[in-house]
């Protein structure tokens, strides 16, 4: 079983709402990750979770703010977002973030702010 | 730095078989991924290599040379259901830290 969950699969928000984004995986992996990807563009790395503690934060700003409750479950917290953050937010996962462990992706968050 | 290049676009015959070429730039290589991402939909894993040779997984084979920066995706028996994108992506060191970095993509058309 290869299968990481998210939801919900569409999401539209205004500028002052604050939403969240919800990951799962069941594959026992300990590597969570956020993706952002914009139409016709590929996926840019925004965090990367190790073991539930945040190891890798790509200089994404603060109205995005991730959470690791547990080793299974990523969240992705979003408050005043502006309209260029509308993209698809992928989820992902690995068994170990440090070796080289294929990423296997959820179906994604079709996000629109307005 | 990092840097992935891919065809933007390609175009092929159903039954027909279809290269496509990625060449990189990284510190650190540590492995080349081939992903399939059909539109409004998520990346799926096809193949992965690191080491210089040919993997071949059905229909699919991937191609490394490290030496050379280059890898191939070889799709045969092309079907309908194989017009996607196909993403390179390399893991590397970069900031400090083992990411994957992906190239822009290249958006295959299978026509009959």
């Known amino acids: 079983d290869t299968e990481v969950t998210q939801t919900p699969k569409h999401l539209v928000m205004g500028m002052t709402n604050k939403k969240s984004l919800k990951c799962e995986q069941h594959m026992g992996h300990r590597a969570m990750y956020w993706y952002k990807q914009k139409a016709k563009k590929p996926p840019e790395l925004m965090f990367v979770?190790?073991?539930?503690?945040?190891?890798i934060n790509e200089s994404v700003p603060s109205r995005f703010s991730p959470e690791c409750p547990n080793s299974s479950l990523l969240n992705l917290h979003l408050h005043a977002l502006q309209p260029e953050d509308s993209a698809l937010y992928l989820c992902?996962?690995?068994?170990?973030?440090?070796?080289?462990?294929?990423?296997?992706f959820g179906p994604g968050t079709r996000l629109l702010v307005l | 730095g990092q840097n992935i290049d891919q065809p933007t676009e390609m175009t092929a015959t159903e039954g027909a078989i279809v290269q496509i070429n990625c060449t990189y730039q990284t510190s650190g290589f540590n492995g080349l991924f081939w992903y399939q991402q059909h539109a409004g939909e998520a990346p799926t894993f096809l193949s992965y290599n690191v080491l210089d040779g040919l993997e071949e997984k059905g229909r699919f084979s991937s191609f490394l040379s490290r030496s050379k920066g280059y890898s191939y995706l070889l799709l045969k028996e092309l079907q309908m259901k194989d017009s996607a994108s196909y993403l390179c992506?390399?893991?590397?060191?970069?900031?400090?830290?083992?990411?994957?970095?992906f190239g822009a993509g290249t958006r295959l058309a299978v026509h009959p």
């Open positions: 979770y190790s073991y539930e503690k945040l190891s």
């Open positions: 992506a390399v893991r590397g060191f970069s900031g400090g830290y083992n990411k994957l970095i």
């Open positions: 992902a996962s690995s068994q170990d973030a440090v070796r080289s462990e294929t990423q296997y």
